[in-house]
């Protein structure tokens, strides 16, 4: 079973970047697809960004396109998350996801 672990997050001022990593142990993730996702106070979980295990291909909600990149490392197992541009409603707990596991989520505030 593989485990998920979420760094990176913060406090930010609106215009601002951060970047998340999600570091994988237990089982490579070399193989799979990856998702981050977000959930921000009072509102459902939603996806974010998906990246291919390749790499090859990517692809991002509506709200964060142009401003967000989704990238991994299979060689350190781990997937990157670079926001830039932030927003006050990129306000949420952000979560990896591999297959059906989650992560523990980081918390990431843009202060406006």
């Known amino acids: 079973q593989v485990q998920l672990v979420e760094s990176g997050g913060g406090l930010v001022q609106a215009g601002g970047s951060l970047r998340l990593s999600c570091a994988a142990s237990g089982r490579t993730i070399s193989a799979y697809g990856m998702n981050w996702f977000r959930q921000a106070p009072g509102k459902e979980r939603e996806f974010v960004a998906f990246?291919?295990?390749?790499?090859?291909?990517?692809y991002y909600a509506d709200s964060v396109k142009g401003r967000f990149t989704i990238s991994r490392d299979n060689a350190k197992n781990t997937v990157y998350l670079q926001m830039n541009s932030l927003k006050s409603e990129d306000t949420a707990v952000y979560y990896c996801?591999?297959?059906?596991?989650w992560g523990q989520g980081t918390q990431v505030t843009v202060s406006s």
């Open positions: 990246i291919s295990w390749s790499g090859a291909s990517t």
């Open positions: 996801k591999c297959q059906d596991v």
